[in-house]
């Protein structure tokens, strides 16, 4: 890529140069930004080959199938290279023609492909005969001295997984479960759902520990909910009883300024009231004086 950047401008370069890294770096995670930047290396450099590469990679990851294939067959032309062959077959699935695929993966372009792209020829032509209905030949396809070795190369993960996946398409549910375990004995990055594909033909469930959390959380929630409810019905009931006492009678001396007589009460309070005249008091006073002498 940067021998080809060389025939440009070094300003255009390094323009074209940005753009390219941040097709790479956003291809996985954000496809449809990645599009937009290798939409501006394409308009800077249309006639780099590796900007023609980049830019049918951004538009497969983001199931442009039609613009793809058209990048991809412009950059075949410019370097001569066969090394796109079964992405291209791929976008040929994309755009629903699994025959086409089917007959690229005959063509002779197939036999100047590395290991690595024979691998990836017999994925694209396995899965067209998915497409079309052919669950046993797909299987037949699959089956390969790649898929039998117990080495284990950067395909192999891939290969395992489209076989399992294949088998248990095909109700060979003993078999798939074999092969998914062989998919993570070489799946060292976790780039396949093995592990969840073996665990949904044992019937385990899963339970994210964020949703755990989450329905702890609401659950503390209720709790408090219902702890203010009973908060607020007891202070009602303390607020209603002390409005029921203020309803009852008030009882005063009769020469207290403020004292009021309780009018349309349904207290009867006239046998609660009594009033001590001052001389009744100084009587009782000296009685209870004369008794205390007495006593002693």
């Keep these: 890529m940067r021998q080809e950047l060389l025939s440009l401008p070094k300003g255009l370069a390094e323009e074209v140069s940005r753009n390219l890294v941040m097709v790479a770096r956003l291809i996985d995670e954000d496809p449809e930004q990645s599009y937009a930047y290798a939409r501006i290396a394409l308009r800077l450099a249309s006639r780099v080959a ?21 990048e991809f067959r412009a950059a075949k032309r410019m370097t001569g290279s066969v090394e796109l062959w079964p992405v291209m077959a791929d976008c040929e699935r994309g755009l629903g023609r699994p025959e086409r695929a089917l007959a690229m993966a005959g063509e ?20 067209a005969r998915r497409d079309m209905g052919e669950l046993d030949a797909a299987i037949v396809t699959l089956q390969s001295p790649e898929l039998a070795s117990s080495s284990v190369q950067p395909w192999t993960a891939r290969l ?15 078999e798939a479960r074999e092969w998914f375990g ?21 019937g385990v469930e899963f339970v994210d520990a ?27 009931a303390e607020v209603a009883a002390a409005e029921r006492a203020g309803d009852q009678a008030e009882y ?45």
């Design 210 to 236: 964020a949703t755990l959390a989450d329905e702890a959380h609401e659950d503390s929630d209720a709790d408090f909910d219902d702890e203010d409810d009973e908060d607020e019905d007891q202070d009602e």
């Design 182 to 202: 062989k998919t993570l004995e070489a799946d060292k990055d976790g780039a396949t759902d093995a592990s969840d594909r073996l665990a949904e033909i044992d």
């Design 160 to 174: 395992r997984y489209a076989y399992a996946d294949a088998l248990l398409a095909a109700g060979r549910e003993d």
């Design 50 to 70: 590796a900007v023609r590469e980049a830019a049918g990679f951004a538009a497969y990851a983001t199931q442009k199938y039609s613009e793809a294939l058209a």
């Design 108 to 127: 002779p372009e197939v036999q100047k492909l590395d290991k690595a792209g024979q691998v990836e020829m017999r994925l694209v032509a396995a899965g």
């Design 252 to 296: 005063y001396d009769e020469d207290d300024d403020e004292y009021e007589p309780v009018e349309d009460s349904d207290v009867d309070v006239t046998d609660e009231i009594v009033v001590i005249e001052d001389d009744e008091r100084d009587d009782r006073d000296e009685r209870d004086d004369r008794d205390e002498r007495d006593n002693v």
